[in-house]
T-cell receptor, first 114, second 115 residues
Framework: DAGVIQSPRHEVTEMGQEVTLRCKPI?????LFWYRQTMMRGLELLIY????????DSGMPEDRFSAKMPNASFSTLKIQPSEPRDSAVYFC????????????FGPGTRLTVL | AQSVAQPEDQVNVAEGNPLTVKCTYS??????LFWYVQYPNRGLQFLLK??????LVKGSYGFEAEFNKSQTSFHLKKPSALVSDSALYFC?????????????FGTGTRLQVFP
């Protein structure tokens, strides 16, 4: 299996622009998670889906952030408009929904908002 | 409330010496516990897990972890550290309140192994 795939790996954009991050989970996994990692705040769970349905979005920082999962093999995290404080590494992870419920992480997208 | 604590921001150890990275947890019900490692500019990588059974769990790269129910701890250990073990280590516990795959992560411990 190719593992969790994220694109792009690096994104540099200017403040106010729309940013879309993409994730392809491991085939057969029922759960998909979006995390953000910064030096200041560490690793934060933003939102997660079960069977394509958002279950908990309490970690989404504000309305500028939105996430979708139109099918079992694709999810997007969108920031509109982007701000410099959104600069971070964004990780996607997936898990099978079966014990031991291990999450497998993608390589991350490093976002820089100028 | 479910929580995980990693009391040390950084652990320094000389190559060849044993290492321990500490983790304590607080959960309702039986804990599912995990250790992940993050190398620079990489995603988190699964190391090992405890679900049930033997309290000593063996994982990747020679790492092991000891589950101690009375002390609510799940410390990561390795008998002989390598410089290549230098990385950021996260302890995590499955959120047992709801029947989901959500994990609660600790704040991470940076391990530095010196030659």
């Amino acid at each position: 299996d190719a593992g969790v795939i994220q694109s792009p790996r690096h994104e540099v954009t200017e403040m106010g622009q729309e940013v879309t991050l993409r994730c392809k989970p491991i085939s057969g996994h029922d759960y998909l998670f979006w995390y953000r990692q910064t030096m200041m705040r560490g690793l934060e769970l933003l939102i997660y889906f079960n069977n394509n349905v958002p279950i908990d979005d309490s970690g989404m920082p504000e309305d500028r952030f939105s996430a979708k999962m139109p099918n079992a093999s694709f999810s997007t995290l969108k920031i509109q408009p982007s701000e410099p404080r959104d600069s971070a590494v964004y990780f996607c992870a997936s898990s099978s929904g079966r014990v031991p419920n291990t999450q497998y992480f993608g390589p991350g997208t490093r976002l820089t908002v100028l | 409330a479910q929580s995980v604590a990693q009391p040390e921001d950084q652990v320094n150890v000389a190559e060849g010496n044993p290492l321990t990275v500490k983790c304590t947890y607080s959960v309702s019900g039986n804990p599912y516990l995990f250790w992940y490692v993050q190398y620079p500019n990489r995603g988190l990588q699964f190391l090992l897990k405890y679900i049930t059974g033997d309290n000593l769990v063996k994982g990747s790269y020679g790492f092991e972890a000891e589950f101690n129910k009375s002390q609510t701890s799940f410390h990561l250990k390795k008998p002989s550290a390598l410089v290549s073990d230098s990385a950021l280590y996260f302890c995590a516990v499955r959120d047992g309140v709801y029947n989901t795959d959500k994990l609660i992560f600790g704040t991470g411990t940076r391990l530095q192994v010196f030659p």
